[in-house]
């Protein structure tokens, strides 16, 4: 019944910054933990970055952690990602995830976790 799409993916230059948004619908969202996920070519499905739904837990993968920043609206059904000082290692297709979360303090970092996904849009960084 949920369901998720995302927007904000494009091109830009290295260095450059990007905003993800992650629209919710179909069920309370308050109550999901959220995750944003993405994957290359020729690449499997990595982790990104994850949110609880109580707020205040949040995990970054190595890759990311400093640049790209999480966060979530519940006001406005929706879960963003910040993404600064681009690289092209960062070009993928990125996918946002939710599932209902049997604890609010539940980080769910892997994609096995993951019930609902988005179609993914597309973030491409060029040199």
């Known amino acids: 019944q949920v369901q998720l799409v995302e927007s904000g993916g494009g091109l830009v230059q290295a260095g450059g910054s990007l905003k993800l948004s992650c629209a919710a619908s179909?069920?309370?969202?308050?109550?999901?933990?959220m995750g944003w996920f993405r994957q290359a070519p020729g690449k499997e499905r990595e982790f990104v970055a994850a949110?609880?739904?109580?707020?205040?837990?949040?995990k970054y993968a190595d890759s990311v952690k400093g640049r790209f920043t999480i966060s979530r609206d519940n006001a406005k059904n929706t879960v963003y990602l910040r993404m600064n000082r681009l690289k092209s290692e960062d070009t993928a297709v990125y996918y946002c995830?939710?599932?209902?979360?049997?604890?609010?303090?539940?980080?769910?970092?892997?994609?096995?976790?993951?019930?609902?996904w988005g179609q993914g849009t597309r973030v491409t960084v060029s040199s």
């Open positions: 179909g069920r309370t969202f308050r109550n999901y933990a």
């Open positions: 995830a939710a599932d209902r979360s049997p604890f609010r303090a539940l980080v769910m970092t892997t994609t096995g976790q993951y019930e609902y």
């Open positions: 949110l609880n739904w109580g707020g205040g837990g949040i």
